[in-house]
């Protein structure tokens, strides 16, 4: 069986859009498996720059599959707008495929995530206003609109005029009409592209095709594993995979978790190497910090180890890919917090809502920038010892290091078993 998973493995915005890239042109299907336009993937591919939210960041690497899966919410406006924008910069968007089994994410959605935001006043999540917590709700609550659903007219009309008469008596307003002729007027566009991807994907992997599995968002915002309540709504985590996409554990090769050589989280929520100082400004500037889907100032700091070790024990990680590294080049010194004072390292503490003290292991930094090292010989041996001991500390192997936004800035090691695929590139 052969599905690699890339995993974010921190608080998401780790680059996996890049390593899906990079590791799709040597696949055959990409598919996501939950989330939805709250994610931003921002892929360099030349001279251009994408920035995708819903549609899998292979479709970039050329005419492959890419699952939009059952575990996904998806907004029309959005996909529509992403099919559009990929189509006429001239990317073949033929084989985007959304599960029938998606659900779909409605404009009232979006209102509860906003009005619950303002009701929380100061505890606000930080959330990125896309609507995806009320809609993941509605799945649950077994009253949500399915991608398949689509299909049937009268079917979308009565799902969503029932919830529009509810909504009505919890005081909130929502336009039942105006948003079923919404959805007709995206119907052309979209259900060209519904699916039964479940099928699809089982025919790929009995016809020997590799599968990338990619995620979205990041272990550490995973509903049950994250750092509750200041997380997503869905199961980011390796065994959401196959509960997104539809397949079992033994489907599985590879589990690549994805990390900055930094940490950065954008919302409320606890991050316990953070910097508040002109270091992590400068991480932010380096690093073009900024949120992809809201604009936001990213929050900065060290690498946590503490919380490395625990995404590598619960998503069963593989390999690291180590991405942004070179946002380090020229740092006096470089840190990885690798405890909690006065707490146990074996896990994340359950609440780290008192703010934990980091315990930083302080590194020399390097002046030689690594922006051009092919192979990770080429590193300074400063970067080496730096990378070197995060692998040893996490326990998990580093097998790619990116030191720029081009795909040719990815360093593949020699021992990474996913080389294979990257070299079909
Ligand atoms: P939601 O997913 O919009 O409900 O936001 C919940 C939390 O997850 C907030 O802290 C968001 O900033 C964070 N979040 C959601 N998606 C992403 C992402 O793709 N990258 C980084 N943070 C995200």
Known sequence: MAITLVIGAQWGDEGKGRIVDFLAAGADVVGRFGGGANAGHTVRVGD????????????????????????????LDQFVEELRSLGAAGIDVSRVWLSDLAHVLLPYHIEQDRAAERARGD??????????????VDRVARRGMRAGDLRDRARVRAIVERR?????????????AAIVARIEEH??????????TVALLHDALRAGKRVIAEGAQGALLDVTFGTYPYVTSSSTVAGGAGAGLGFGPTAVEHVIGVAKAYATRVGAGPFPSELLDDVGE?????????????GRARRTGWIDTVALRYVAAVNGLTHLAITKLDVLDGFDQV?????????????LPFQMSAPVKPVLRRFAGWTQPTTGARAYGELPP????????LAADVGVPISYVSVGPERSQIIVREDAPAKALASRA
């Open 48 to 75: 251009k720059t994408y920035k995708l939210r819903i549609v899998p960041s292979g479709v970039l690497a050329g005419a492959l599959d890419c699952i939009i899966g059952p575990g996904t919410v998806v907004s």
């Open 123 to 136: 505890a606000a999540l930080g959330t990125t206003g896309n609507g995806i917590g009320p809609a993941y």
């Open 164 to 176: 529009c008469a509810e909504l009505a008596r919890e005081g909130i307003g929502a336009d039942a």
């Open 187 to 196: 119907g052309p566009m979209v259900v060209p592209h519904i699916r039964d």
């Open 282 to 294: 400068r991480m932010r500037e380096r690093g073009a910090e900024y949120g992809t889907v809201t």
């Open 335 to 347: 840190c990885m917090c690798t405890g909690y004072d006065g707490a146990p390292d074996a896990s």
């Open 382 to 389: 400063q970067a080496r010892a730096y990378l070197d001991a």
